[in-house]
């Protein structure tokens, strides 16, 4: 089966190529304390030739802070004007749709120092240091927060410099902690994936990405129903999880629900298991906290969509678990909406237990086709709101003033059995 080839030829290739982290959030809590610690965790110091550790040389080490909180020192020692450095794990090649938030402080025991974020090409050479923003004079004791656009860019690694402030004055310390390097957080989530790019590695893409186990087990790209959707594939190895992984939101509120189409892929051969929550970062998948019960997606399931509620949270990533049965198992989720909701409530969203066959004509009509039984319709905008309702007529409901998109549409038979879908006004 197509399914099998694409990914049995391409996939192992594709998960060596990006070994690099797509996103930071680092506070250095479970860094080992110490003076000779470096490098831990995939960061680094880089250090004036002919100066090591212990002080008073100048080192870069994690030291235990206040309530057992950890931060790392970068310290200057007996050295009054050479910089020091403190280097990242290996990002993916920046594309210029990230922010970087660190919080920096001057050590209380030292001067004023300054400091200034950048990117390096290769974690042993700052000569290929280039700034991000300005250059800080750190005065102050008490931590500050900055935050930096990172534009594109080949480096691949992020580095903080610090140097003294005032020539000639030894033993500064500039503090680090809370590093961020992610994208900047969106308030709603509205994405059908159609302007992705398909294939086997397309992820991470366009803030997207995923978290799998093994490979040729897979999260990608591909046409389902006929337009991108982001797919889930378990290969030859069942029971293993893999996850999507939505853009950085703004942190919950309560007052947005989380709306999804799911469904099987037409090549699958097994049933899955799918289900939504939250997590604290793209990478740290035991933090996930459902959202709501999974949901079995068998070989015969119909395209379903999905509305949840979203708590108040501190977590801000989105994530779909995805188990499947079999070998072979492949399911898909698409139409991902994170928004106001409040037009259409949990209530109005219901598993789609009949087949609705139906049509856009050329008239802009929906036009119900072979038995219909078909009274009403309501149709709602891809971020909840009402646009349309009313009767259906001759096996016909007009749609010609809605303008071009995405819209998704309940109906309502005789037997009041509510059903729904969904269709793109050109």
Known sequence: MKLKLLLGALLFSAVTAN?????????????????????????????PAGVGAPPPMMVVYAVTGDASDKYVSAYSGANSGTPLYLVSPQIVAP?????????????????AVLVQAGLVSSPTDMSTFVPLGTELNVTSTTFQTVTIP???????YLAFRTVNAIPGVPHTAADFDDVVYDTTPVGTINENFNAFT?????????GWNK?????????????????????????????????????????????????????????ANGSSTLEAGMVTSPTDMASFTSLGAPVTITTSSTPQIITL?????????V?????????????????????????????????????????????NEIQF???????????????????????????????SSLATGLYIFTSEDDNKTVSHSKFIKK
């Open 211 to 267: 978290v799998i186990a093994t490979m040729p087990h897979n999260v990608y790209i591909a046409a389902n129903n006929g337009s991108n959707s982001a797919q889930f594939y378990s290969a030859n190895t069942p029971n293993t999880t893999a996850y999507l992984i939505a853009p950085r939101i703004v942190a919950p509120d309560g007052s947005k629900k989380l709306r999804f189409t799911i469904g099987v892929s037409a090549a």
């Open 309 to 317: 509620d979203v708590p108040t949270s501190t977590k801000q990533y």
């Open 369 to 399: 086709v072979g038995k219909s039984n078909v009274k009403s319709v309501k149709v709602y905008s891809a971020s909840g709101n009402l646009v349309a309702q009313g009767a259906v007529n001759n096996n016909r409901f007009d749609v």
């Open 150 to 156: 990172v534009p594109s860019s080949t480096s691949s």
């Open 19 to 47: 070994a690099q982290v797509a996103s930071i959030d680092q506070n250095f809590n479970s860094f080992t304390a110490g003076n000779t610690t470096f490098p831990q965790g995939g960061w680094s110091a880089v250090l």
């Open 319 to 363: 994530a779909w678990r995805f188990v499947g049965a079999a070998n072979h198992s492949a399911v898909y989720v698409d139409d991902v909406i994170y928004d106001v909701l409040s037009s259409l409530g949990t209530s109005d969203i219901k598993t789609n237990t009949n087949t609705l066959n139906f049509v856009i004509n050329t008239n």
């Open 198 to 206: 398909a294939g086997s590695s397309a992820l991470p893409q366009n």
């Open 95 to 111: 594309t210029g749709n990230k922010t970087l938030t660190f919080k920096t402080r001057k050590n209380v025991s030292g001067a």
